[in-house]
C-alpha cells in the first residue's frame, strides 16, 4: 500500500491526525503528518502563503519511492488539491475541505467569515489568533469536552495571509487557490458532514463537482471529523474507499 500523508487544518498541526492515523496503521499503512511550514514548535506562520503550504507537501512526496496517497481536513484538503496536479498520488481523500478558488459559499456562516476576514487589517502579514469560542461552537461541536479541550489548548496561530487567500479568493488576483479546468488526475473522495456550518454540504459538493470527486454526506456529522463523535466511522470509509481505489490502480 502507498504511503498516506495525512495534511492538518488551519490553526493546527499534524498533532490534528494523532487518533484518525491509528486506524491506517493498524491495517498496515505508512503515515506521515507533517506540520505544515511555521506550524512547527516554535515556528512563525506571518506571511506564510497556501502556495508555501502545497510545496512543502509536494517537497515531502517527491521524497518518496512512489506516488502517495494524500488525506486533507479542512483547510489541509485544499493544500492536498492544490498538490495534486504536480504530485498524481494514488488517491486523494478530503474531508470537510476548504473550498478552491471559483467556488462560492453556500450559507450566511461563510459569508459572515469572509467579511469579518476581508476587513481585518493588516491585510497580508498578520498571523490569526485562533478564535476558540467560535470553534467550540462551529468546529468542535460535536467532540466530547475532554478531547475539544485539549484540541483547544494545542491550537495556534494561523497565517492572515493564507486564510484570506481561502476565504477571499476573489480579492486574490493571482488566484492562488485555483486547481485548474477538469477533474483532478487521481480518484478522489469528498467527505462532508451533514451538520457542518464551516463548510457546509452544499459548498462540499461544488468543490467535489469542479474536482470530479466522489461525494459523500454523513448525517448528523459536523466539522472536525477526525475526532468528533463518530470519527472512527470516518476512518473506515475513508480506508475501506482507499484500498479499493489503490487495489484497481494497481
Known sequence: MPTAIMIHGAFCAGWAFEAFREPFEARGWTVLAP????HEPGGGVAGLSMSDYARSVVRLCEGLPEPPVLIGHSMGGLVCQLAARRVKP??????APSPPWGVTGSSIEEAITAFGVS????????SVTPDRHLMRHHSLDRTPKTRRDAVLARM?????????EVLNWWLDPFMTTSVGVGALPCPTLAVVG???VVHPPATVR???ERLG????????MSHWLIGEEGWED???LVLDWLEAETRVSA
Not at 90 to 95: D, E, I, S, T, V
Not at 119 to 126: E, G, I, Y
Request: charged letters at 15%; proline letters at 9%.
Open 35 to 38: 506540520d505544515l511550514p511555521g
Open 90 to 95: 494514488a488517491a486523494l481523500a478530503l474531508l
Open 156 to 164: 495556534r496561530p494561523e497565517s492572515g495571509r493564507a486564510v484570506r
Open 213 to 220: 470527486a466522489r461525494f459523500h454526506c454523513l448525517p448528523g
Open 234 to 236: 470516518v476512518a473506515s
Open 194 to 196: 451533514g451538520s457542518d
Open 119 to 126: 476587513v481585518a487589517a493588516p491585510f497580508w502579514s498578520s
Open 206 to 208: 461544488q468543490t467535489s
